[in-house]
């Protein structure tokens, strides 16, 4: 659903909603903690002339409220980069964030959470925007980002679902509590990449695993 609104048509400021609901077959614990990294949701976002890519620049509290990210988004062919920072952040229920510095007049985007059943959840994402005047708002004319924009929107949830109801590979990843810690090891190790914190986690399983019990 795209719907534009215009609180001061006198100031030709116009706000532009996109939003999206759909249920996935899946505990709201689930839903909530794949989407509670950007990252995930990102790689799911990238045909139909739209692909975002989210890197993650400073993590508080696992992902939490005061987390900052970048946004690299490719519309039909036009690159635009925001950053953001996590606003809202209440487990299991909503996740909103907005734009710090970028190219939009305003940007920011909630996701809800809804537990319909115990494996059945609910999630509705809104975007809200207002293009910029000058050379990119004439690039990029409402309509057609707007449409991008929602295309976009869902496919990354259709793919999701697929992907969480267990349609297609299940992708990697851990719980946000595990993910905090595994963020802490991680600031040990001076830093080292992710994959090689653990990698060091599992071989130490490994050899705890291996010694003969008393």
């Not at 267990?166 to 595990?178: C, F, H, K, Q």
């Amino acid at each position: 659903m795209t719907k534009a609104l215009n609180p001061d048509a006198r100031k030709g400021q116009t706000l532009t909603t996109v939003r999206k609901s759909l249920d996935i077959k899946a505990p709201v614990d689930t839903v909530f903690t794949y989407f509670a990294r950007p990252e995930h949701v990102s790689d799911q976002m990238s045909d139909k002339g739209v692909a975002m890519t989210v890197i993650p620049m400073e993590i508080k509290d696992g992902m939490g409220v005061g987390t900052t990210f970048r946004i690299v988004g490719d519309f039909g062919g036009k690159r635009l980069e925001w950053d953001c920072e996590t606003t809202e952040f209440v487990r299991e229920q909503k996740i909103a964030a907005k734009m710090t510095s970028g190219p939009f007049k305003k940007w920011d985007i909630t996701t809800e959470f809804k537990a319909v059943t115990e494996r059945l959840t609910n999630i509705t994402m809104t975007v809200n925007y207002e293009m910029p005047f000058g050379v990119i708002g004439g690039i990029l004319s409402k309509l057609k980002f707007a449409k991008a924009a929602e295309r976009g929107m869902e496919s990354a949830l259709y793919k999701v679902k697929g992907l969480l109801e267990g349609n297609g590979s299940i992708p990697v990843y851990i719980t946000l509590d595990a993910y905090q810690k595994l963020l802490e090891e991680k600031k040990k190790m001076n830093n080292v990449p992710v994959s090689t914190v653990l990698t060091a986690i599992l071989e130490k399983y490994s050899e705890i695993e291996a010694k003969p019990s008393n």
